[in-house]
């Protein structure tokens, strides 16, 4: 994936938080740690995996999934959906 496709996931993870949260998409940098900070709860990280799901077009499978995964978008983009090397 080239660098926009990664700034379009940032963007639509970023409405995707604040529908959820009524947060500013200006204070969501892609290092946010969006779970400790109360950003998205235990709800909001399922429904989270449905967002990224639905972005890569494919599912995230059980056994890769980690809840701490999902504190930053950054770390979201480079599990999930940055391509390996």
């Known amino acids: 994936m080239k660098n926009t496709d990664r700034e379009l ?5 970023r409405q995707f938080i604040c529908a959820r949260s009524g947060f500013s998409p200006e204070k969501i940098a892609p290092d946010t740690a969006l779970i400790s900070s109360g950003l998205l ?3 909001a990280v399922s429904e989270s995996v449905f ?11 059980i056994d ?3 809840m ?10 480079n599990t999930y959906i940055a391509p390996k090397p």
């Not at 967002?51 to 499978?61: H, S």
């Not at 701490?68 to 983009?77: K, L």
């Open 9 to 13: 996931f940032y963007d639509k993870m």
């Open 41 to 43: 709860d235990s709800l």
């Open 51 to 61: 967002f990224v799901e639905d972005f890569v077009g494919r599912p995230i499978e």
């Open 64 to 66: 890769d999934f980690r």
């Open 68 to 77: 701490m995964t999902f504190n930053s978008m950054e770390h979201i983009y």
